[in-house]
């Protein structure tokens, strides 16, 4: 009862926000050799946060969008499991998709989780949408039978913890930080002397409750949505990681759209992430003031410090999962 009060009330709050209508294109749809499909997805946060308003939002366009002939229910809140198990389900049909940001089932993507990879968002979409991820995602569908259909920006990555005011790399010997189950992640923040220990995003909370780790790190929307104010005090901006919240999808499903199909989901999940993107931006800074009048203290760290100290981490991990020379193409990239 409690989690079908919270869906409703994470629809209410799509609908609140001005989100796009469909109203227009779903008229235009032919939908002609079209199956109708009923399709499950699923996402670990809460319905509020970016992945999660980009998910439920999706979802209820496709269906106006192709006239009921896509219908796709989404779980928010792990209520499918974790990211693990629900690439699981991915892979053995009991899911269409998850939209996440974990990409530590394959190097292609958890590699993207470098620390300052991308200098803003304009570089991010020159990258993804250009022909460096043109290649990862045919590698992708090639080597896994999954397809990155597109990404939604969550915001930048940043630290809270409990007891600590973070403002040098110094600052972080010795703390445990939750990361998610990612090589990369767990580099990242060995290079500054932390103790990252990965765990499943529904157990965070309690494990911040309960002392079990120092602190945490997440887009700001999802540190706020999740209520970790009443957990933590210091909000670090260190901005490490633009990370991608990607929609991953069984290319058997891919396959079993029509062409117009396939044009309307991806027409649909672009113009849905741009309206989020907005969101995101728009309510970054009301999170801070939030945080703020809540008790908490928002610190702007020492930025150059971070990147110097985390700027090798790429050598480990970018030429095995890329290729030799992607790293730097991407830097490149302008």
């Given at each position: 009862m409690k989690r079908n009060f919270c869906v409703c009330l994470a629809i209410g709050l799509l609908l609140l926000l001005g989100l796009p209508t469909g109203g227009s294109q779903s008229m235009a749809y032919t939908g002609e050799g079209q199956k109708t499909l009923m399709l499950k997805a699923g996402n670990e946060g809460s319905g509020t946060e970016a992945m999660g308003v980009q998910s439920l939002r999706f979802a209820e366009e496709m269906k106006k969008r192709t006239?009921?002939?896509?219908?796709?229910t989404h779980y928010i809140a792990s209520t499918l499991g974790t990211a693990r198990q629900m690439m699981e389900s991915i892979k053995g049909?009991?899911?269409?998709?998850?939209?996440s940001g974990w990409g530590a089932w394959t190097p292609i993507l958890d590699t993207t989780l470098l620390p300052y990879l991308f200098r803003d968002l304009d570089h991010t979409d020159k990258v993804i949408n250009g022909p460096i991820g043109a290649e990862w995602k045919r590698t992708l569908i090639q080597k896994t039978g999954i397809r990155i259909v597109g990404w939604v920006f969550r915001g930048y990555r940043n630290c809270t913890l409990t007891k600590t005011?973070?403002?040098t790399p110094a600052d972080m010997k010795g703390l445990k930080l939750r990361v998610p189950e990612s090589a990369v992640n767990l580099e990242?923040?060995?290079a500054v002397g932390a103790r990252p220990t990965p765990m499943a995003w529904a157990e965070v909370y309690t494990a911040l409750q309960q002392g079990a780790i120092d602190g945490q790190e997440n887009p700001t929307d999802t540190?706020?949505?999740n209520s970790l104010i009443?957990?933590?005090k210091y909000l670090v901006l260190t901005r490490?990681?633009?990370?991608?919240?990607?929609?991953?999808?069984?290319?058997?499903?891919w396959q079993s759209l029509t062409p117009e199909t396939q044009k309307v989901w991806v027409d649909t999940w672009n113009e849905?992430?741009?309206?989020?993107?907005k969101k995101v931006v728009r309510d970054e800074l009301a999170h801070f003031e939030t945080w703020k009048s809540k008790g908490g203290v928002v610190i702007e760290p020492d930025e150059a410090a971070f990147r110097a100290a985390m700027k090798d981490v790429w050598k480990k991990f970018a030429p095995k999962a890329w290729g030799e020379g992607v790293y730097e193409r991407i830097q490149a990239t302008r």
């Amino acid at each position: 009862m409690k989690r079908n009060f919270c869906v409703c009330l994470a629809i209410g709050l799509l609908l609140l926000l001005g989100l796009p209508t469909g109203g227009s294109q779903s008229m235009a749809y032919t939908g002609e050799g079209q199956k109708t499909l009923m399709l499950k997805a699923g996402n670990e946060g809460s319905g509020t946060e970016a992945m999660g308003v980009q998910s439920l939002r999706f979802a209820e366009e496709m269906k106006k969008r192709t006239n009921g002939k896509i219908q796709i229910t989404h779980y928010i809140a792990s209520t499918l499991g974790t990211a693990r198990q629900m690439m699981e389900s991915i892979k053995g049909g009991a899911m269409a998709y998850m939209v996440s940001g974990w990409g530590a089932w394959t190097p292609i993507l958890d590699t993207t989780l470098l620390p300052y990879l991308f200098r803003d968002l304009d570089h991010t979409d020159k990258v993804i949408n250009g022909p460096i991820g043109a290649e990862w995602k045919r590698t992708l569908i090639q080597k896994t039978g999954i397809r990155i259909v597109g990404w939604v920006f969550r915001g930048y990555r940043n630290c809270t913890l409990t007891k600590t005011a973070v403002r040098t790399p110094a600052d972080m010997k010795g703390l445990k930080l939750r990361v998610p189950e990612s090589a990369v992640n767990l580099e990242t923040w060995r290079a500054v002397g932390a103790r990252p220990t990965p765990m499943a995003w529904a157990e965070v909370y309690t494990a911040l409750q309960q002392g079990a780790i120092d602190g945490q790190e997440n887009p700001t929307d999802t540190i706020m949505t999740n209520s970790l104010i009443e957990v933590q005090k210091y909000l670090v901006l260190t901005r490490h990681v633009n990370p991608p919240g990607w929609q991953q999808l069984s290319e058997k499903v891919w396959q079993s759209l029509t062409p117009e199909t396939q044009k309307v989901w991806v027409d649909t999940w672009n113009e849905v992430a741009q309206e989020v993107r907005k969101k995101v931006v728009r309510d970054e800074l009301a999170h801070f003031e939030t945080w703020k009048s809540k008790g908490g203290v928002v610190i702007e760290p020492d930025e150059a410090a971070f990147r110097a100290a985390m700027k090798d981490v790429w050598k480990k991990f970018a030429p095995k999962a890329w290729g030799e020379g992607v790293y730097e193409r991407i830097q490149a990239t302008r």
